[in-house]
Nanobody, 122 residues
Framework: QVQLMESGGGLVQAGGSLRLSCAVSGSIFSSRAMGWYRQAPGKQRELVAS???????IYTDSVKGRFTISRDNAKNTVYLQMNNLNPVDTAVYYC????????????????WGQGTQVTVSS
């Protein structure tokens, strides 16, 4: 059974940084793309960033230049480094494992983490 375990969320002031981690067990990590989604209260879940099996990242426009996604295949872990956070980044962040080597749409997600809360105060 595939499990995705997120960590690293919390409360931070505007302008601060957090790093989210997602450890994957029960699957061959390197063969699937990984991603981070977020859902703010009253809003739809959106793709924040994803990374292909080859290490190529994509980002939603609102986080470009501030967030960095990376993966460590030796540790079966994907990371999301979030810098210069602002209150609009407040959301529950979900780790996602793709069915494929890339991840751009939610229907491609095979497995979800439980979510971790990120709260940015002004």
């Amino acid at each position: 059974q595939v499990q995705l375990m997120e960590s690293g969320g919390g409360l931070v002031q505007a302008g601060g940084s957090l790093r989210l981690s997602c450890a994957v067990s029960g699957s061959i990590f390197s063969s699937r793309a990984m991603g981070w989604y977020r859902q703010a209260p009253g809003k739809q879940r959106e793709l924040v960033a994803s990374i292909t099996t080859g290490g190529s990242p994509i980002y939603t426009d609102s986080v470009k230049g501030r967030f960095t996604i990376s993966r460590d295949n030796a540790k079966n872990t994907v990371y999301l480094q979030m810098n210069n956070l602002n209150p609009v980044d407040t959301a529950v962040y979900y780790c996602a494992r793709s069915k494929y080597t890339g991840l751009t749409v939610e229907k491609s997600v095979a497995d979800w983490g439980q979510g971790t809360q990120v709260t940015v105060s002004s």
